[in-house]
């Protein structure tokens, strides 16, 4: 299994930044590692809510089936990832001050094809780990943008 723990603070409460992760569809607005959200289950929050996506890391690219599997608004959302890298994702949000949150973002994946697989996630892992990292950044524009509307 391969862990990557991404923390950060962003300019928004916890209410926000719950809207922005689980719009499901718009997901890849700040996660630009993927593309073609689709919910497939007729609900679309808590326990059970069932997506796809496309991700693509290092030119690899494969159809990401998750099932949301902890659902606890505005502090804690968990997915469990039932495509080609399975595991488990988590975000956990903390309100920081009055109107800031501390995201705390963990996957658990474990690689397809045995030890190849996981030598070959390893190799990967810093850039994910880049690449989460700069996630997060966009989302933090984003609930820039989303808080002040809010206040609008």
């Known amino acids: ?6 923390t950060g ?8 930044v719950w809207k922005l992760i689980t719009d499901w569809e718009h997901q890849g ?9 689709k919910v497939l289950t007729e609900h679309r929050e808590g326990v059970g809510v069932e997506a796809e ?16 599997s902890g659902w606890d608004p505005p502090q804690r959302l968990e997915i469990k990832h039932d495509g080609w890298v399975s595991g488990r994702g988590e975000f956990k949000l903390t309100l920081v001050g009055k109107d800031r949150t501390h ?11 045995g030890v190849l697989g996981t030598a070959g996630m390893s190799v990967f892992r810093p850039m994910m780990s880049r690449l ?12 820039r943008v989303a808080h002040a509307a809010e206040w609008s």
């Open 53 to 68: 996506a496309t991700v693509s890391i290092g030119g690899i690219s494969t159809r990401d089936r998750v099932r949301v």
């Open 103 to 113: 995201v705390f973002w963990r996957e658990e994946l474990n690689p397809p094809l």
């Open 9 to 16: 603070v962003l300019p928004a409460p916890p209410e926000v």
């Open 29 to 37: 607005d700040w996660m630009l590692e993927a593309k073609d959200f």
């Open 132 to 143: 989460f990292k700069r996630d997060l950044r966009i989302l933090e524009s984003l609930c």
């Open 1 to 6: 299994m391969i862990t990557i723990d991404t």
